[in-house]
């Protein structure tokens, strides 16, 4: 109730003064920003006239050098030199950056050594002076602005690239772009015609003003337009002329206070102005601050839209002194509004104060406090109501306090369920972690049993024909006598390796019976072969000898082998063994070369006593799911034949020996297999 009353005398107050106010910072908003859009459509005619005008003036210097008696003489009697001489005195006092004589036909340009073959440069001024006549207004000359692309004005020996090449800046709101530079070039070109006294055309002249950071002229014109007085004490005039919509000549300030060169306009102006070709009077975002601003499109001598002139100020110092205004006329409306209501509240306390001793009752039960009303006003409806909400609020403290023990109780017994919950998920995860442990077991023990079969059948095999070859081998060496001696290399190589083979599956056999195959059961301690203890290897050798057997393959393939070798100590393991590890790797780096490659093969020496042999290869790669498993037996990966065992082996043979085998690899660049192998510094090595 008490608020009820209030509101039917403040609310309408209070609306009154937020109308007032608002209709107030509307009516200011609008004339002030339509003030300041006017000022600045005028600012903008001003800069426009003004860059029309410095236009002209160019056009007019230049009609001033074309008209002068002694430019004529010196042009009529050749005198190179002193023409030079006379235009680059007047290119200098006439604020122009290149000055040129040309030819009646644009087809020469004058220099210091004479006329020399060139291009005037084509476009509607060069068709209105070429095409002048005595009576026509072109005797007075042509200007224009045109624009220059890097292979144009490299040519002119006026227009340095330091004052053309503009890195661009990254602007906030800007349109994006790939661009990085700002290399073309925007010149006011102007063209006369030079004729003697009989009007006779005898040459043109062609001069221009490069606008690339050409700031005079924007200072002139910003000097003109925000002169002393025209704004506001805090705020800033700004002129700018762009090429297509990135700043090449301006003094709008940088983040250092330097000019904001090759900062860009933001894509709004873009699309009104250089898009569509209307004139843009609003506010705008420049570069860090929001300016009223004025843009206008800058029309070449083709008709086309290249750039834009800008005319604008800071925003900010209108704008704070608007909002000045229109707080202070709030503070007064507010400060009228609350001495009205302070009046009326002041009237009502007394009216109001038995519900107010309630309003607080209520709270500080809110807030957890254990009030009470008691008695008030006895006799009266209020008195009634509040003893009435003490007895309520004691039955809501009663209802509170049987709620909190059952939450209490219940808070312990989903504590013990989660205890009890937990227990059971870490037994779960035990018996499923206990699951896959078996399951890799039972994998492997199945892959060990068929490996074993395997490996008893082939050994088996191979050893019947193995007999065979030796037994003719030796007939063969036999009848042959003395004749052998020819292809004796040839015949030991074929024995070697034939024991070899018979050595190999002697190994496989024990291999198969022992179950030391795969890698998860090799030993990484070293080992001894039966009859003696280990023998110093040479790496070298066995390299050289591996490549031997391997020629075929390598020439059939076209791979390229670089070796380096750095080690000093000999490997201690088994050659034959050793042999069979790296023909296993080679060949795996021969079969992922298609046609063509190279493999680079180290050897060098490591700490702690150990050698290390990397094989590079430039194949095609191992995908990097296989890696983990390359070394599995029967594992392949995409190969056309195989077995999956040459790596299983490799790998059970170095660990037997006490060494290691790593693989790094990356798909479509090749592979790298490291051999670490323990090493001693020893004189006397296994050779054969």
């Keep these: 109730m008490r608020y009820r009353?209030?509101?039917?005398?403040?609310?309408?107050?209070?609306?009154?003064?937020?109308?007032v106010i608002l209709?107030?910072?509307?009516?200011?908003?609008?004339?002030?920003?339509?003030?300041?859009?006017?000022?600045?459509?005028?600012?903008?005619?001003?800069?426009?006239?003004?860059?029309?005008?410095?236009?002209?003036?160019?056009?007019?210097?230049?009609?001033?050098?074309?008209?002068?008696?002694?430019?004529?003489?010196?042009?009529?009697?050749?005198?190179?030199?002193?023409?030079?001489?006379?235009?680059?005195?007047?290119?200098?006092?006439r604020g122009f950056d290149f000055l040129r004589a040309w030819s009646v036909d644009g087809s020469r340009v004058l220099t210091s050594a004479g006329w020399q073959p060139g291009r005037l440069r084509a476009g509607p001024l060069a068709a209105a002076v070429s095409g002048a006549t005595p009576e026509k207004v072109t005797q007075q000359g042509v200007a224009g602005i045109e624009l220059y692309e890097p292979a144009d004005w490299q040519e002119i020996p006026g227009i340095d690239a330091s004052r053309v090449v503009l890195p661009l800046v990254p602007t906030a709101r800007a349109r994006p772009t790939d661009r990085q530079v700002e290399d073309r070039a925007m010149v006011i070109r102007s063209l006369h015609e030079v004729r003697d006294v009989k009007g006779q055309l005898v040459a043109l002249l062609e001069g221009g003003v490069l606008l690339n950071r050409n700031f005079a002229f924007v200072d002139e014109i910003r000097d003109l337009v925000y002169g002393p007085g025209s704004l506001a004490p805090d705020s800033r005039g700004t002129v700018t002329l762009f090429l297509d919509d990135v700043r090449i000549s301006t003094n709008v300030p940088w983040l250092d206070d330097t000019r904001a060169l090759g900062t860009r306009v933001s894509s709004e102006v873009y699309r009104t102005v250089l898009s569509r070709g209307d004139i843009w009077i609003d506010r705008a975002f420049v570069v860090k601050d929001w300016y009223i601003s004025a843009y206008e499109p800058v029309i070449d001598v083709n008709g086309e839209r290249i750039g834009m002139l800008y005319a604008g100020y800071l925003e900010a110092p209108f704008r704070a002194r608007m909002l000045m205004a229109i707080a202070v006329l709030s503070?007064?409306?507010?400060?009228?509004?609350?001495?009205?209501?302070?009046?009326?509240?002041?009237?009502?306390?007394?009216?109001?104060?038995?519900?107010?001793?309630?309003?607080?009752v209520v709270r500080a039960t809110a807030a957890g406090e254990h009030r009470r009303i008691g008695p008030l006003s006895p006799g009266s409806e209020i008195g009634e109501l509040a003893s009435n909400f003490d007895v309520m609020l004691d039955t809501l403290e009663l209802h509170r306090r049987r709620i909190e023990q059952d939450a209490a109780l219940l808070e312990d017994k989903v504590k013990?369920?989660?205890?009890?919950?937990?227990?059971?998920?870490?037994?779960?995860?035990?018996?499923i972690d206990l699951l896959q442990q078996t399951r890799r077991q039972l994998a492997n023990a199945e892959k060990l049993a068929a490996l074993g079969e395997l490996t008893a059948g082939v050994a088996h095999e191979i050893n019947n024909p193995t007999a065979v070859i030796l037994g003719n081998m030796d007939v063969l060496v036999a009848d042959l006598g003395e004749g052998c001696e020819q292809?004796?290399?040839?015949?030991?190589?074929?024995f070697e390796q034939v024991y070899r083979i018979r050595s190999i599956t002697d190994r496989l056999l024990q291999y198969s019976r022992s179950g030391q195959l795969a890698p998860e059961q090799s030993s990484s301690a070293p080992v001894e072969p039966q009859g003696g203890g280990l023998t110093p290897v040479s790496l070298p050798k066995v390299i050289e000898d591996s490549l031997t057997l391997l020629a075929h393959e390598l020439d059939g393939r076209q791979v390229v082998v670089a070796e380096r070798h750095e080690t000093t100590r000999a490997a201690l393991i088994d050659?034959?063994?050793?042999?069979?590890?790296l023909v296993n790797l080679l060949s795996n780096a021969i079969q992922s070369m298609a046609q063509g490659g190279q493999i680079r093969i180290e050897t060098r020496d490591g700490d702690n006593e150990v050698v290390g042999i990397t094989i590079h290869d430039s194949g095609c790669g191992?995908?990097?799911?296989?890696?983990?498993?390359?070394?599995?037996?029967?594992?392949?990966?995409?190969?056309?034949?195989?077995?999956?065992?040459?790596?299983?082996?490799?790998?059970?043979?170095?660990?037997?020996?006490?060494g290691d085998i790593q693989v790094y690899s990356e798909r479509g660049?090749?592979?790298?297999?490291?051999?670490?192998?323990?090493?001693?510094?020893?004189?006397?090595?296994?050779?054969t």
Excluded: C
């Design 5 to 19: 009353l209030l509101a039917l005398v403040l609310v309408p107050l209070l609306l009154l003064s937020g109308t």
């Design 23 to 93: 209709l107030a910072a509307k009516w200011s908003s609008d004339y002030t920003y339509e003030q300041l859009f006017a000022k600045v459509n005028a600012d903008l005619q001003v800069a426009g006239e003004s860059f029309r005008r410095i236009r002209e003036d160019t056009r007019s210097e230049l009609s001033a050098v074309a008209g002068s008696a002694s430019l004529v003489h010196l042009l009529r009697n050749a005198s190179f030199d002193d023409i030079m001489q006379l235009l680059a005195d007047q290119q200098g006092v």
């Design 331 to 360: 503070v007064l409306v507010i400060a009228g509004s609350l001495l009205a209501g302070l009046a009326a509240i002041l009237g009502a306390r007394s009216i109001f104060a038995p519900i107010e001793t309630m309003t607080a």
């Design 416 to 431: 013990l369920r989660t205890a009890e919950l937990e227990k059971q998920n870490r037994r779960l995860q035990d018996s």
């Design 487 to 494: 292809v004796q290399t040839e015949i030991d190589l074929i």
């Design 575 to 581: 050659r034959q063994e050793l042999q069979q590890v």
């Design 622 to 658: 191992i995908e990097p799911d296989d890696l983990p498993r390359v070394f599995d037996p029967f594992f392949t990966s995409g190969k056309a034949s195989g077995t999956g065992l040459g790596l299983s082996v490799s790998y059970g043979i170095v660990r037997r020996f006490g």
């Design 669 to 687: 660049v090749g592979s790298v297999f490291e051999v670490v192998l323990p090493g001693v510094t020893d004189n006397t090595l296994q050779e």
